[in-house]
């Protein structure tokens, strides 16, 4: 699985809802899709899913506000590794 189709089913299985893969610059946190506690768990996922080190308090809430940046910012760190 591709890291933008790994991270579209995490966040419809966070979110509950395939709005997330129809708009992919759709603020997350502006829709209220996302919480605090929920976007903590995604982190984990994610970092599980890609074998990356990741704590929470390294991200920006502006870093990960859409579907979009999120999957800029796995793919900047898988080419960076």
Excluded: C
Excluded at 48 to 71: V, Y
């Amino acid at each position: 699985m591709t890291i933008p189709e790994t991270i579209l089913k995490e966040l419809e299985n966070y979110t509950g809802t395939d709005q997330v893969r129809k708009d992919l610059n759709i603020n997350l946190f502006e829709e209220r899709l996302l919480d605090s506690l929920a976007t903590v768990e995604l982190i984990i996922a994610l970092s599980e899913a890609f074998s990356m080190d990741i704590s929470p308090g390294e991200i920006d809430r502006e870093l990960w506000a859409t579907p979009q940046k999120i999957i800029d910012y796995f793919e900047e760190r898988a080419n960076a590794g």
